[in-house]
């Protein structure tokens, strides 16, 4: 049998555009949670739109039966009740089936960080003799530096950082903007790119992008999530590492000399000081590899 996403779903995804300003990949991830909900519907001869809280714990049942991991099945989950909170809205059913279901229970999970040193090493692995790694060691020291999202680094334009203040304007989830401080170093390195290897890289297009792509246009996420597993392996950094692991150490670092969690949360840009304060377990699970390794009754 064929499946034909219902309209519904893509008429809900706008309204988030529309109501949240939520970026392409997020709206993505919502879209293709609600057709997987759709397609399962279908095959039980349903519409979204009819489905009661019996189908739904059906569904869920059936995420768990596939192996769906608690995590993913919570952001199922969220997906769900935000489209049947809309449809209630709406007026296009009379109540919301999804209000009964419970989340599943999650554990914890703390993200993966890089040590003080590790990030020194990280830094120094482009060879700033070439254009293109000349780049990468800017976008690398402001990533550090700023505890940039990585959407956020690529999509850096020139009018979004002020050299004068050393500080950079990031719009980020939702629109949302912040100021965020460069720091000598990273501002150094920057003006150094700017003037030495930017000229080289845009081959004469009119371009505002900090960090243009090797034909001079934006570069994807991919790409840099590529570079910086490169520049892992030259610097002998031996776990699991993105643009993202450069975040969290940004924000552990500052927690573990003692910054105000409330100035994290404002650099990093998160909504809600609770998504900041995994940061402290993070420093705390520190404390305690350190006493583990070297106090004598550790």
Not at 78 to 85: A, E, F, I, T
Not at 91 to 103: A, N, Q, W, Y
Request: net charge positive; aromatic share 8%.
């Amino acid at each position: 049998m064929s499946f034909e996403p219902s309209p519904l779903i893509e008429r809900y995804v706008d309204a988030l555009w529309m109501e949240k300003g939520l970026r392409e990949n997020t709206l993505q991830s919502y879209r293709l949670d609600l057709e997987a909900l759709d397609q399962w519907s279908q095959s039980k001869g349903l519409a979204i739109q009819t489905l009661q809280v019996a189908d739904l714990l059906g569904y869920m049942a059936h995420l768990q039966q596939r192996g769906l991991k608690a995590r993913s099945t919570a952001r199922a989950l969220s997906s769900v009740r935000g489209l049947y909170q809309w449809l209630l809205r709406e007026g296009r059913i009379v109540e919301d089936p999804s209000l009964l279901l419970d989340s599943p229970k999650l554990g914890r999970k703390l993200p993966t960080t890089l040590s003080e040193q590790d990030v020194e090493h990280l830094l120094s692995a482009p060879n700033v003799e070439l254009p293109i790694e000349m780049r990468d060691r800017a976008m690398l020291e402001i990533l550090y530096a700023c505890g940039l999202r990585v959407s956020e680094l690529v999509g850096l334009k020139l009018y979004e950082i002020n050299t004068q203040q050393g500080v950079i304007r990031v719009s980020g989830k939702g629109g949302k903007e912040r100021q965020v401080p460069m720091g000598e170093e990273a501002l150094w390195w920057y003006e150094r790119y700017i003037a030495n290897c930017r000229p080289r890289l845009v081959h004469g297009l009119a371009s505002d992008v900090v960090f243009p792509s090797k034909r001079g246009t934006t570069m994807t996420r991919q790409t840099f999530w590529y570079r910086i597993k490169e520049y892992a392996k030259r610097a002998n950094i031996n776990k699991a590492l993105s643009p993202h692991t450069v975040r969290h150490a940004f924000a552990t670092h500052l927690v573990n000399h003692g910054a105000d969690l409330r100035v994290v949360q404002l650099l990093l840009g998160h909504s809600d000081l609770s998504t900041t304060q995994i940061y402290t377990h993070v420093a705390r699970q520190r404390m305690k590899d350190l006493h583990r390794s070297h106090h004598p009754r550790g």
